[in-house]
């Protein structure tokens, strides 16, 4: 039985912390040049329950769309988030979910597996400029909210602000592809959890959208793989490098914000302000056999499109997995073992 969680307010952290210490996923050099992978590794991770909250009530998302965003990319990105709840053939978004869902609270409550699309706002004006900080994510928050688009919802929203593709963001494309955290009321008025992803289409696809453009960091001698049109082997299962990069980024902060709200609930390592989270265990594992550079073991569809979940309206997507808490190594729901 899952319990009520406690509201986000009620466990407040300092704003001591600095917001450049959001955190991060970033698909870095190792992920491509025999990156870690601990699929299977137990004794190499000391992931622990820090004692703080977790998102156990159904969760209300809000999405910003800033910038320019076209209504195919709105559509895929909508589909995902509405794959959560949603039935859809094995393997699914919610089956890869239920992993996340392991995570529980020092109450016993598991996160929740009630994920609702309530509210979205276009700030295609953009409100805040064409280059932005990660702190200035919290003020286009409070500026959707002032403009009455959206809730401010303290008890059970999360917000997720996403920038098109020619919109710059502190670090982007350098040192992540995406980041959570949680706003300081003295910006937002409330603290409520929020994460960012960026559009890499046209910025950085073989960092950030990777297995569908290849890193040209990698550091290998060797050419990437092709196929028989002499692309890259992984074509993007919704026809848009960005997007489908998105997913997979989208997919890792969501599990992360969930399961680490308020950086104070499930992590590895010592340093709070440097964490390492349950999707950060499972960079660049996307199926069995995973490492060094190989997604793992993933479906195809008729047209070659590489894909591990199934979503509704028959969406397709590539999602990374995370850390299983009871296996003790990453898993998602298309591993053949």
């Known amino acids: 039985m899952i319990l009520q969680k406690l509201p986000y307010y009620f466990l407040l952290l300092s704003l001591s912390y600095a917001p450049s210490l959001a955190f991060s996923f970033s698909q870095s050099k190792e992920l ?22 977790v998102l156990a009530s159904p969760i209300n998302v809000y999405i910003i769309w800033y910038g320019d965003w076209s209504l195919s990319q709105q559509s895929t990105i909508r589909d995902f988030l509405y794959s959560f709840s949603s039935p859809a053939p094995y393997p699914s978004v919610a089956d890869w979910w239920r992993t996340v869902r392991l995570y529980t609270d020092q109450t016993g409550s598991n996160i929740t597996g009630n994920i609702v699309l309530s509210g979205e706002f276009y700030d295609t004006r953009y409100s805040h400029g064409a280059y932005l900080s990660r702190l200035d994510m919290q003020s286009i928050i409070r500026t959707a909210v002032n403009k009455r688009a959206m809730a401010l919802n303290p008890h059970s929203g999360l917000y997720l602000v996403l920038t098109s593709h020619d919109v710059q963001v502190q670090d982007f494309c350098r040192a992540v592809c995406g980041f959570h955290y949680f706003t300081f009321p003295n910006i937002v008025g409330v603290t409520v959890p929020y994460a960012w992803v ?3 289409g046209a910025q950085c ?4 959208a990777y297995p569908f453009a290849w890193p040209g960091y990698s550091g290998s001698s060797s050419s990437p793989p092709r196929n028989k049109e002499g692309h890259n082997i992984m074509r993007a299962p919704n026809g848009d490098v960005g997007v489908d990069g998105m997913i997979s980024v989208l997919a ?6 969930s399961s680490n709200p308020l950086v104070n609930a499930w992590y590895a390592g010592d340093d709070p302000t440097a964490p390492t989270e349950i999707a950060d265990l499972c960079l660049g594992v996307y199926g069995s056999g995973a490492g060094g550079g190989y997604v793992g073991k993933v479906d195809k569809d008729t047209w070659g499109n590489a894909y591990n979940v199934n979503g509704v309206r028959g969406r397709k997507f590539m999602v990374q997995w995370v850390w299983d808490p009871v296996k003790k190594r990453c898993y998602g729901p298309n591993a053949i073992d």
């Open 32 to 53: 491509f040049n025999q990156a870690k992978n601990y699929e299977g590794s137990s004794d190499l991770v000391n992931l622990e329950y820090h004692m703080g909250p």
């Open 198 to 200: 960026g559009y890499s």
């Open 205 to 208: 696809p073989g960092m950030c």
């Open 252 to 257: 890792h902060e969501l599990a992360e914000v």
